[in-house]
Structure formats: C-alpha cells, structure tokens
C-alpha cells in the first residue's frame, strides 16, 4: 500500500481516539450551543398561516441533560410543523440555520433544576425536582431555605391577609384556593429530609403562613461546593388569579415548584455579610433569586399546547393520550409554563443590532388570532429597541402568550423568556394591546437579566420598566408619555427603596414603585439630558446584567456617566421619598412713586433637592417675563421693577419639573387677597385630586 494512503489512515485514526477519549471531558458536547434552529429548517419554504394546534418547530433537539451538563445547550432539527408569519415592520427575514456555538455561563449559575411535572384533572400537578445548590458565598451554609409560592392561596396566608384576596382589580374565586405540598425530600443517598422541615415567617410571624420553608442539612455545603436534593411535590392551583391557577382548560403555572431562596455574598446589593434573602410571599410583593440552568418536562393531556420559559428540545412524545415536552433553559432565575387546547400560534425568526437571533413565539387566545401581526410587530420593535439601546438580548428565544378573558390575573406578567399579554376581552383591543406586551417585553432586561431584588428595591424592576415603557411607545407608536399629569397621581409618596408589602395598601404600592420611580427616572433624563440619560441606562444595564444590582449601584453609574454628585438627588427622591415642592409663597405690589411698580415675590423650595426652576411674571400691560431661580435655597425674594402692575407669578410654566406633585401652589395672582388667594389654592387642590383619583388604578 502506498505510504501517503497510510499516513492518511493513520491521522484520521489519531484524531478518532483523541475525539472518543475527550468524551469523558464533556469536549464531545461543548460545541453544542441554545441556538434554536428554525422551524422550517428541515422543511419546504413555510407560507403565511396562522392555525390552532401544536406549537410550531421544536426549537432544538438533543441528548444533554441540565443536571448531566448544565454548561451545556442542546441542538437539533426542528419540526415540520412550522409558522411563518407576515408581521409589520420591522421586517424580519428567515435566519440560516445558525452555526453550533460553545455556551458561555453568562451568570454565577448557582443553581440547576431538573424538575419533571404532570398537569392532572381538577387544576393539580405532581412534580418531581432534582435541585442542585451551589454555595457561591466563603461561609458554610448548614441549611436550605425553599419558596412554596402556591401557599400563598391557602387560608390564612400572609399573601391573602396583605391583599384580602384581590390584586390589579382580580378577586380570587371563593373556594377555590391553591396549595403546594413536598410529598418527599431526600439526599442524593436517600435520606429522608422530610422531618427536618420548619415553615419560617422571618417578616411576619404569620404561623399559618407556610411559604417559605427550610430544613437542616446532614452535611454543610463548604464554599464553592455543591449540595444535591430530591424531592417530590403536589400543587392545587387556584381559579386564575396572582399571575398563577386554572381557567377551565387553560393553565398558566408560575411560582409553581419549589423554589431555593436567593444566598447574597459579600457586597452583593451592599450587604456587609453573606447570606440568604428571606422573605415571605406578600401581597405586594414579587420575585427574587439566584441564577441557574433549568431542564423541565411538562406532561399533559394530549391535545394541549404548552408554552414555556427556554425552549424545547426534544420532539414532543405522544402515549396513552398524553404529551410530554421538555424545555432547557440557561441563565434565568425563573420558570414558568402554560398551557391551553385552545392557543393559535405563529412563530418568527427575527435578529437586529443587540438580538443576534431569536425566535418569537405566539400563544394567542382564539379572539385575538387576527391580531397575529399586532402582537409580531410590537415584539420585533421591542426586542430591536432594547438591543439598540441597552445591549444583547442573551437569549433565542421569546414567547407571548395570552390568556383568555377568564383568566385576567394571568395576564400582564413578566418571566425569563415568556410574557404574558393583557387577556383577550375583546377581537380588537386598543393600545393595551401594544403597550402591556412592550412593558413585559422591557422586563425583560430590568426583571430578567439585571435582576434586581423585587422583595426589597420593586422600583428598580417596575420604576425602570415603566420608564422604558414610555420610550418604546413613544419610538415605535409616537404614543408620548403624559408626564405632567402622572406627576398629579401621588398624593402620598414614600421612600422608594422600601419593602414592597412596607407601602401598604396596593394603590401606595403602584403610585411609588411604578409612577414615581417612574418620575424620578425623568427627572434625572431633565436635569442630565436625554443623551446622557440614555448613556446611564445602557451603562447601568451593560456593568450589572446577572449581578442583583441596588440603589446604590444606579446611583453610583449616574455620578460616573455624568461627573456630578447626585447624593442630594438620591437622598430626597429615593430614600427620604420627598416631592419637589416649589411655590409662589406671596406677592406684594405697589407704586414705586416714580410712575411705575415695584413687586417683591417670595418663592419657596420645602422639599426636594436643589434644582433650578423657570418663574414666569405676567403683567397687566399683557407682557411676561421669565427668569431661572437656581434652587438651591430654600426660599428666596426677587424684587421687580416694571411699568405696569404685576398681575401673576408662575414657577415651572412649563412644567419641567416633573417631581413637583402639588402645583396648586405653583401659581399666584398679585392682586387677590391673602385669605382669599388660600381658599383659591385649597379649591383648585381639591379639584385636581379628585380628577386624578378618578383615574387611578
């Protein structure tokens, strides 16, 4: 045999023995990325359709399993069931298939979930979880904490007591309450764990509240090391309601399993020593934790569809009438699943500046499948926005799912890769429809990805959210935001950085976490500049994506984007929760003996930071005068020389100054009387209260 043909052989076998023998190191599956092919990668060219059955392509198939290799994501093919739909602008064309990436931890990972679960009769699920723990901290922890989240609709919950059974105007049904159980926890040697469990209530002492729950370890999980548990678990959920339950065959299942508490090291939202994060479920309050990387299977009837954080995997399998789909998902702290017989999908590839590719996928209620293009358009233009101006949407896929009008309290909700619309109460909705499914899309970045702690510091998820909001409609739609008047909603503003359930009442709750952090953001975009503003947030988002970022950390990125201290700013607005008070205290007005006037104003800062303010003067002769106080003290008197009488003087005509919430006094004529001038401004209070408590939500 000729030597080249030998040495050929020889190579190729060389190379085959290195590949085999690399298996053991994981080489065999690092080239696999979350990539998700395309539906109609293995198909003819798809046509515009939209139909009710299956969810369209598996977005990957693979053998890695997250708890095997959770470094890893799965490829494959896609299915043949594929749709391709013909949404508005911003066009979008069919990706290639893309080229097999490594996948790159993106996060800490602290945590890997493999969870098996079965949709039964009657709204139950019986679950199996697998959960590893990693101590990311340099302490030994001696004990696991887990949330139970559907206790929360148990009676007697601290989350019913908060919210007497009602959140963003749902009720929950009479009697039809929710529960979750562990059934059995173990070692990974099969040590029963299940007599160790305690229910804690570290913010209450409420005893009937058994959402959080922890139990001893045999063995203390050393810094760095990771601790394995196993565990069974039954859920009853309630008639939809709080983001969770069931709706005649429609499920939306959030919060649904065992969920580990977040572990905060050193320095992590500025804490001085290391630990858990303990806090029950509230009625106020939403979610906090660690990331990781989730494999779950969800088992359920056959006819029904499911849409889920990630994306699937594997073909769904089909026995005995029912479906089992597996899901995979990486660097997200959250898992949610839904799942309805009745949803019409479409689906869409679609990639841009900051989107390197993604698959959008929709879950519509039957009422709105002709509103297919809406929903398509409002997700591409989001995602194209976010990536524009604050970075990479890390993940492939995005999916939208919307509830039927019966499950109202599932809608409007954000998760890791899966938000939910406003739900379908009419075949064509106005605006909502847009401007619900961009907030979710917004959460996105500030819920998903930055991750701040929403028990603690709700302002920095929702506040930002909001804010981000107004920019896409305003963007996409030319919807501007109505700033002034929002800034007439608070009639009781509160510190933002406060626990949620520390607000009270709901409406409390939404007025300062929403609004008016909301307000505080556009404050800032006011005094700094809407490019400099734009540069703070891009910088925030880009410095502490996967980190749990506080207050503290924005404040520190707009004192470093902009040169400026901002300690006065951040102490008023955030922490003391103050308004920014500026007022036309008095006015006195008198000839000057010379054949004109002399005018001395008074005007008054009580609250809020220094900030300079335009005052507007208007005479009788019908002229107007605009000077700029600069704020900085608490009052001052500005004196006038002029032809004709004074007749007002206004402070922010132009209403700029978006944290001055009490503008009845912002305004006053020269010539009314004291007394009377006070019963004007009282009157004209009331009578803008009551126009902004009749638009109140």
Request: aromatic share 10%; no cysteine; charged share 20%.
């Amino acid at each position: 045999m000729p030597q080249r043909p030998i040495y050929r052989i020889a190579a190729l076998a060389v190379s085959a023995a290195v590949l085999l023998g690399s298996a053991s190191f994981g080489f065999d599956a690092a080239w696999q990325s979350q990539f998700t092919l395309p539906a109609y990668a293995a198909q003819e060219p798809p046509t515009v359709s939209v139909k009710s059955g299956d969810s369209a392509g598996s977005p990957a198939d693979s053998a890695a399993n997250s708890s095997a290799n959770p470094a890893t994501a799965p490829v494959g093919s896609g299915d043949s069931d594929g749709q391709h739909s013909a949404a508005a602008a911003p066009q979008s064309q069919p990706s290639p298939i893309p080229t097999p990436q490594p996948s790159v931890a993106l996060s800490n990972r602290v945590v890997d979930y493999d969870i098996s679960v079965k949709l039964l009769d009657g709204g139950r699920l019986e679950g199996a979880e697998t959960l590893t723990w990693k101590n990311p901290g340099r302490k030994p922890v001696t004990d696991l904490y887990l949330h139970l989240y559907p206790n929360a609709f148990a009676p007697g919950s601290t989350f019913l007591n908060e919210s007497n059974g009602q959140l963003r105007g749902v009720k929950m049904t009479p009697g039809k309450d929710g529960a979750m159980e562990l059934t059995e926890l173990t070692t990974e040697d099969g040590e029963t764990l299940l007599p160790r469990l305690r229910y804690v209530q570290p913010d209450d002492g409420n005893a009937k509240d058994r959402t959080l729950v922890s139990f001893r370890l045999p063995k203390a999980v050393a810094p760095g090391q990771s601790v394995t548990v196993r565990m069974k678990f039954a859920v009853k959920l309630p008639q939809v309601f709080a983001r969770m339950g069931q709706a005649g065959d429609f499920v939306m299942a959030g919060q649904w399993f065992p969920k580990v508490a977040a572990y905060e090291t050193n320095g992590v939202r500025g804490r001085a020593s290391e630990g858990w994060d303990l806090h029950q479920y509230h009625g106020n309050s939403e979610f906090y934790s660690d990331f990781g990387v989730y494999g779950v299977k969800i088992d359920v009837p056959e006819d029904r569809i499911v849409a889920a954080t990630g994306f699937q995997h594997k073909q769904p399998v089909v026995k005995d009438g029912r479906k089992t789909y597996q899901f995979y998902a990486e660097d997200v702290h959250d898992f949610s699943w839904s799942a309805s017989p009745d949803f019409v999908t479409a689906e869409d590839s679609f990639s841009s500046t900051g989107v390197p590719g993604v698959r959008i996928k929709l879950y519509l209620d039957p009422l709105h499948a002709k509103q297919q293009e809406r929903y398509m358009h409002a997700a591409k233009s989001a995602l194209a926005k976010l990536g524009e101006w604050y970075g990479d949407y890390p993940y492939t896929t995005l999916s939208v799912v919307v509830p039927p009008a019966d499950a109202e309290g599932a809608g409007g909700m954000e998760y890791p890769t899966l938000v939910t619309g406003a739900a379908a109460k009419n075949d064509n909705p106005g605006y909502e429809l847009e401007r619900t499914l961009l907030h979710e899309i917004a959460h996105q970045y500030w819920y998903g990805i930055v991750a701040s702690n929403e028990f603690e510091e709700a302002w920095l998820d929702e506040a930002f959210t909001s804010y981000t909001e107004d920019k896409l409609m305003a963007a996409i739609y030319g919807v501007s935001a109505r700033t002034p008047i929002e800034s007439l909603y608070m009639t009781n503003p509160l510190p933002l950085k406060l626990d949620a359930w520390d607000y009270g009442s709901s409406d409390a709750y939404a007025e300062n976490v929403y609004i008016r952090g909301k307000l505080v953001l556009k404050a800032i975009e006011s005094l700094a500049g809407e490019k400099t503003m734009s540069k703070i947030m891009r910088t925030y988002f880009q410095k502490y994506r996967f980190k749990h970022p506080d207050s503290q950390s924005f404040q520190r990125v707009v004192e470093a984007v902009t040169k400026d201290d901002w300690k006065a700013f951040f102490q008023s607005y955030v922490y003391r929760g103050e308004s920014a008070d500026f007022a036309v205290a008095s006015i006195r007005t008198e000839p000057d003996g010379e054949g004109g006037y002399q005018s001395i104003v008074l005007l008054t800062r009580t609250q809020g930071s220094p900030q300079a303010a335009t005052v507007q003067f208007g005479f009788k002769d019908g002229k107007t005068v605009r000077k700029t106080w600069d704020g900085i003290q608490s009052h001052i008197q500005i004196r006038l020389q002029s032809a004709s009488p004074l007749a007002y003087a206004a402070v922010d005509p132009m209403l700029d100054i978006v944290l001055d919430h009490s503008r009845y006094d912002n305004y006053l004529k020269a010539e009314a009387p004291v007394r009377k001038r006070t019963k004007l401004d009282v009157t004209l209070g009331q009578l803008i209260d009551a126009i902004v408590g009749s638009m109140a939500w």
